[in-house]
């Protein structure tokens, strides 16, 4: 099955950042709005930040407002998440998703079920 895939997680220290990057092989999502979600251990996936096709809109969880940036770059088929002022609260497996079904949107979905492909996830482990 197609999937999305991530890179760029790791460990980093308390106030640092990370960007991650999703790549999209072979498929193009460019219509689509795009979604990062993460999940600690323990809990549900949540909804980190979105962002509608042409970039028109992006939406981000109270949490990180402020702190991280979604971006797009439909030249290369790739979605990012700078992620900065990291802190504990942050540790947890990221996951870049694509909502196919709702080509053209301008609506940023936050709940999981409007995704249809997900990326194996990356983690990001932030130490004190």
């Known amino acids: 099955q197609e999937r999305l895939v991530e890179s760029g997680g790791g460990l980093v220290q308390a106030g640092g950042s990370l960007r991650l990057s999703c790549a999209a092989p072979g498929r193009t999502f460019i219509t689509c709005t795009m979604g990062w979600f993460r999940q600690a251990p323990g809990k549900e996936r949540e909804f980190v930040a979105g962002?509608?096709?042409?970039?028109?809109?992006?939406v981000y969880a109270d949490s990180v407002k402020g702190r991280f940036t979604v971006s797009r770059d439909d030249a290369k088929n790739n979605v990012y998440l700078h992620m900065g002022s990291l802190n504990p609260g942050d540790t947890a497996v990221y996951y870049c998703?694509?909502?196919?079904?709702?080509?053209?949107?301008?609506?940023?979905?936050?709940?999981?079920?409007?995704?249809?492909?997900w990326g194996q996830g990356t983690q990001v482990t932030v130490s004190s």
């Open positions: 962002i509608t096709w042409r970039g028109t809109r992006t």
């Open positions: 998703a694509a909502s196919q079904e709702y080509q053209y949107s301008l609506v940023v979905y936050t709940t999981p079920s409007y995704y249809n492909y």
